[in-house]
Nanobody, 115 residues
Framework: QVLLVESGGGLVQAGGSLRLSCAAS????????MAWYRQAPGKQREWVAA???????NYKDSVKGRFTISRDNAEKTVYLQMDSLKPEDTAVYYC?????????WGQGTQLTVSS
């Protein structure tokens, strides 16, 4: 059984920082590209950042320089360090694991940034 469990969401003031974690089980974690998506109220889910098994990272333009994605293959965990948070970052953040035709999602964790 594949499980992706996000944690670390919460309420933070604008300008603050928070780190999300996603612990994976049931997959060969090191082979998967791991990504974070988010979905704000009334909006479609959008891609935020991704990291390949080899450590190559990519970011949505609006989070470049503020967010950092990383992974610990030994712990089967992917992180999203979020700094200089803005109210528009408020959303439910989802962890995603992808490899070929396999695609798995976590249940999401809420981030609320107050102005």
């Amino acid at each position: 059984q594949v499980l992706l469990v996000e944690s670390g969401g919460g309420l933070v003031q604008a300008g603050g920082s928070l780190r999300l974690s996603c612990a994976a089980s049931g997959i060969a974690f090191r082979l998967y590209t791991m990504a974070w998506y988010r979905q704000a109220p009334g909006k479609q889910r959008e891609w935020v950042a991704a990291i390949t098994g080899g450590g190559t990272t990519n970011y949505k333009d609006s989070v470049k320089g503020r967010f950092t994605i990383s992974r610990d293959n030994a712990e089967k965990t992917v992180y999203l360090q979020m700094d200089s948070l803005k109210p528009e970052d408020t959303a439910v953040y989802y962890c995603n694991a992808a490899l070929g035709g396999s695609d798995f999602w976590g249940q999401g964790t809420q981030l609320t940034v107050s102005s």
